[in-house]
């Protein structure tokens, strides 16, 4: 049997550490609002469910709002700003979530099960990027599956990423419809791809059905659902540079960050490389924001708690592009 690994070590050759240590977070969607760093984690609990290949031992119940220190990286905790027995339509499993502002008002969009057990996506409201926010009653009509990503485009029009396969449910899921005997596409097959939906101008519903998100091959072709190294699995963000637009994701069972590049919110994109090698701990979430004139990738492994898969904590490290556009990778434990 293999050598557990040293996570001494192993945080010592870190490229960076946790921005907080006196809870676990993850799934980090980061923001600037108002000038500042804030970011919106999932909160990381051990609800004491043994671990299985659905994720029921991610079994987080509310979120916190951490904001950065421009000066010293040092992040601040501002307390519960969601808790899941607030929300009337939501049983568990509160997992990644996101935050839009709009005309000074904050919009949090975050995943849970519903009464029938079945991923939706909500979104509460806030005057104050840090929250608290108030759930409406009901989850966004048509939503489904996990991991909700907001992305507000210069012209003010805002776009839901969203999916994951596995225990996020998207393989039940085809042309928005759920179906008991839906399963994941063979391995030869078009790959399940992530969803984006146009959100409505009050920024509380779908302006739209959703739509796949293309991630093609260089010759143009849909990757193949057993293209594991390549292929979308959740984590979906989208960010742009330099009036090019990038969907990033995390491939799943195989543990990368990885990006494609497209030319508008809806795709299609064109796989373009790995952002980050795999993290300890079986799951990795990304977001990418530009701060203080640099670009940040914002992540999670499981080293504080020397590898407990969810139990993650949350980092931040610089990002830099090649004169192409391309995303020089990270290796998290150095080369
Ligand atoms: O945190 C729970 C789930 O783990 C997230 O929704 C996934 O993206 C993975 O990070």
């Known amino acids: 049997m293999a050598n557990p690994p040293n996570y001494q070590e192993l945080a010592k050759k870190a490229i960076s550490q946790p921005l907080v240590t006196h809870i676990y977070t993850a799934d980090p969607s980061a923001h600037v609002f108002n000038g500042k760093l804030y970011i919106y984690p999932s909160h990381d609990v051990d609800a004491g469910i043994p671990f299985n290949d659905n994720g029921d031992h991610f079994g987080m119940e509310d979120y916190h709002v951490l904001s950065v220190d421009e000066q010293t990286l040092e992040a601040t ?51 104050d990027p840090a929250g608290p926010f108030v759930p409406q009653p009901n989850y966004i009509q048509g939503s489904y599956s996990i991991d909700p990503a907001v992305f507000v485009d210069d012209d003010g029009e805002a776009y839901m990423y969203f999916g994951g396969i596995w225990g996020g449910q998207l393989q039940k899921y085809r042309n928005n419809e759920w179906a008991d005997g839906n399963e994941l596409p063979g391995k030869d097959e078009a790959a399940l791809c992530p969803r984006v939906a146009r959100l409505t101008d009050d920024m509380l519903a779908f302006a739209e059905a959703p739509r796949a998100v293309l991630i093609l091959d260089a010759e143009g072709q849909e990757l193949t659902e057993g293209d594991n190294d390549r292929r979308f699995f959740e984590a979906s963000w989208l960010h742009k540079y330099n009036g090019k637009y990038y969907f990033s994701y995390s491939t799943g069972d195989t543990h990368y960050i990885c990006y494609a590049i497209g030319d508008n919110p809806y795709g299609p994109f064109t796989y373009a490389g790995r952002i980050l090698e795999p993290v300890i701990g079986w799951t990795t979430h990304h977001s990418i924001a530009q701060w203080q004139g640099k670009w940040w990738l ?18 931040m490290a610089e990002i830099r592009y090649d004169a192409e556009g391309r995303i020089l990778g990270l290796v998290p434990y150095g080369e």
């Open 298 to 315: 914002f992540y999670h492994d499981s080293i504080l708690s020397e590898g407990v898969t969810h139990l993650r904590s949350v980092k």
């Open 77 to 127: 905790d501002h307390g519960v700003a969601l808790h899941v027995a607030d929300v009337p339509w939501a049983t568990r499993q509160m997992w990644a979530p996101d935050c839009a502002e709009k005309n000074g008002k904050f919009y949090f969009y975050f995943p849970a099960r519903d009464q029938e057990q079945r991923f939706r996506i909500g979104v509460a409201v806030g005057d």
